[in-house]
């Protein structure tokens, strides 16, 4: 039995079917399993949560309690009347319940301060949310096109192998009649085996390349994937609207926010100076019930209506700390603001000077490329005449493989550039 199961694989092995995988999946995929994203997620929740008039304390609380004391006691009472109570062991049991209602009417406007500070907190963690989307979008996209790029070098070194194996065999054919020697053959083989490796160690870097890629996935460093792609390059793009673009920059907005948020915090500081003002209402309600003594039953019950207001005279001048320390806050928050946008207008201008540069370079070394192309041809057919050596042939095929590992370089830088333009605009999408 064992034996026919052995027989069974050797005519029919298992294969394992590799996934292909697009850029748009990808995109997906990690920003289904970024971890980063996923606590972005979960603070916007919370936000979103404490971002109520009640966790401000703009709505009234109530309240209700209840007490229920027995005791047994000595009593011991004289009265002016001559009457005189003696009792041992008397029992005594003390009832008494409420409900209040609580309800702030001033408190210098903190509660409204308070309420929108909430709001702009649900609005920057939102911004942090869209930040770290954009930020996983283009280092999906770094790796992504980092695969293409060295699944382009294994081709130009197989078109390279394939121009080695003609020259192999054109060598053979020569020395079968006489026209070349065993230094011919042995140097052809050199070449090809020499760029057989080059293919060999460019595989490594695929797959090393693809394991990056998955761990930007948060996927499995030996999952079978198959990137069929190619770069292709957004030439349009304006630097005017990307700047107008950056200003919407999540990290920009987030900071904006910041402001906000330090200016509210200054007010509710402020608010502590001034009066407060409470409204209360209830009900009380009390029963005190004894065997012996003056008093057998006590019971009273009823609502009540009341007014607080209190007003701060002195603290030890911490408010006035807490406003300065609150005011400094909201300057450094500004400076961040401040250092960001000239830090982002720098990286914008270096990036797109990279871009519009790399461009101008793409179109030129096309035409290297084609050019090499056309002279590895023609430097074949003339050592297959006899008429070039296959030191020129070498020549023709390092030009060729040089031209087009720089234009593979080209397009993935000009391709990096523009992810990294549109990053900071906020423009990626998973589409």
Known sequence: MQRLFIYFILLFPLTISAQQLTLKDA???ALKKNF??????NNVAISKINNNIGVAGGLPTVTASLSDQVAVTNINQKLNTGTEIKKNGAYTNNLSGNITGLMLLFNGYRVVATKQRLEEL??????????????????????????????????????????????????????????????DVFQSKIDLNTRQQDYKTQELIIKQAKADLLNVLLLKADSNIVVKDSIIINNNIS???????????????????????????????????YPSIRAST???????????????LNQSYGPFVGVNFSIPIYNGGVVKRQEQIANINTKTAKIQKQKLVESYQTQLYKTFQSYTTTLEQIKSQQNTYGLSQQLVQLVLQKFQLSQATILEL?????????????????NYTAKIAEVELKRIGNLLTAE
């Open 27 to 29: 995109i997906n995929i």
């Open 36 to 41: 980063d994203i996923e606590i972005a997620n």
């Open 122 to 183: 649900q609005k920057q963690n939102q911004q942090i949310l869209n930040s770290q989307i954009q930020n996983t979008i283009a280092a999906v996209m770094f790796q992504y096109y980092n695969v293409v790029k060295q699944q382009s070098y294994l081709t130009t070194l197989q078109q390279s192998i394939t121009v080695s194996q003609k020259q192999l065999d054109i060598i053979d054919v020569k020395k079968d009649v006489g026209l070349a020697n065993n230094a």
């Open 239 to 273: 630097f005017d609207k990307i700047i107008i673009a950056s200003q919407q920059n999540a990290d920009i907005a987030s900071l904006d926010n910041q402001i906000k948020i330090n200016e509210l915090i200054e007010k509710e500081t402020k608010a502590q100076r």
């Open 282 to 296: 209830g009900l009380n309600y009390g029963r005190t019930q004894s065997d012996a003594g003056q008093l057998l």
């Open 394 to 410: 070498n020549a023709a095929q390092k030009s060729f493989e040089d031209a087009a590992f720089r234009l593979t370089n080209l």
